[in-house]
């Protein structure tokens, strides 16, 4: 248990950047470990959950040095993995394991993946499905309430697979990502619908590796069995999902002014951006890479897509953010919107705690099968503090309305062991009149380890 004290602070001021993207870097070393090459990943975080991804590949027989946050990884191309000795060990990372699972169906042997506490009570149906349909042999655990479920530990035994196409009943890159894995080892064409856009990491960076992947509106097609080939350099972007604690904290901490350095700015993430935009907030963004380097004279830098010529730059935009304290207005937040900022949403209920009127935030169902059901620990959390929070069900769709009181109070709160819960509720506190009260943050190492230190850099 790590218990923290939040006191508030007066202001937010300076320069940060943040390790590299937690999402981006687990493709870039899966998608490194299976193409021909060495490909060296700068930037790369040393968070609990890429660590974890780090630690299956090489039990998978892959190569991998890693000198902070410099890693190289020696690929084996499609088919050169190994049987692992003994299950592999997934930790609290969904990624790692959601993502290993499409990656194990392509293999001709038979893996374990074994996962922690929380993560062996998140869903695993939503990928075995799919994959079972392309011609995996999976066996899952099963749980009281729920026996339809499915489970970590999982095992599964590859085949030659065959290509599907499949319409994913919810908007979720990680399953997204674990077909187009699984798409690489089945022979023709393997297409993925998405009900809503998701991040695109896995498909920018499948370009970059020489994949033949195609996108027609919402089908996303793979072309199996072809060689994947390193791009030797790949540089992992900022952490956007970091960077959205200090993003809220300093729009709503007055007399804030922070700039965020080489920060991703890739279109499927920037929900988070564009919300706080509408809310009123004072962002400014300027992109890094000049468009015209970027998009080979494309006029808007944000819809760049890979051109396979700027090796190293890994197929993402990338930029500095400017955030000023602002006075923020409620906003509603539809349902196709949510995949983009879903990991930001517990940090956005503050921010809406904050601002003057109704926030509305629509088919957030999701966020109860995280790391911990975030509706319930936010919503819990904020009401100790003083905010007026209310969810909804309909039609099997769930809405959370905050009428913004914009003065929270501190409190005793918990982190539930969900690091996304304990940074947002210390944001929370930052800005609250009062001392708030965290039970434990060990919990941020899974995603965050430098958040208290960023922290002390920038506050007065
Ligand atoms: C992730 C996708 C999202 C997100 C998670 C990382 C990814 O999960 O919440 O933190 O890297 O693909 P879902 O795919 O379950 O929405």
Known sequence: MAPCAVRPILRLKGRVTFAGDKSIAHRAAILGALS???????????????????????????????????VKIYGRGLFGLKKPAGALFA???GTTLRLLMGVLAGQPFTSKLAAARSL???????????????????RCKKRLPDLKEEYPPVAVTGTSLRPI????????AQVKSAILLAGLYAKG???????????????RMMRLFGARLKINKKRIIISGRRNLVSPAKFYVP??????????????????SRIFVRNASLNPSRMGIIRTLKRMGAKINIKYQISPAKLSQGRRDPASYEYSGREKGISGEPIGEIEIRSSRLKGVTVKKKDIPSLIDELPVLMVAACFAGGKSVFEGVEELRVKETDRIRSMTENLKKMGADIRTLKAKGSEKIVIRGVTQLKGAEVKSFGDHRTAMSMAVAGLAAKGLTRIDDISCISKSFPGFLSILNTIKA
């Open 189 to 203: 064409e393997t297409a993925v619908i998405e009900p809503f856009p998701t991040r695109d990491h896995t498909e």
């Open 36 to 70: 021909a090459g060495v490909t060296r990943i700068e930037n790369f975080p040393s968070n609990k959950d890429c660590l974890a991804t780090l630690s299956c590949l090489k039990r998978l027989g892959v190569k991998i040095n890693r000198d902070g946050a410099s």
């Open 120 to 138: 062996s009570r998140r869903p695993m149906r939503r990928v075995t499905l799919p994959l079972r349909k392309m011609g995996a042999v999976i």
């Open 91 to 93: 930790a609290e990372s």
């Open 165 to 172: 196409t499949y319409r994913m009943p919810v908007a979720s």
């Open 238 to 255: 900022g952490d956007i999902s970091s960077a959205a604690f200090f993003i809220v904290a300093a729009s709503v901490i007055p007399d």
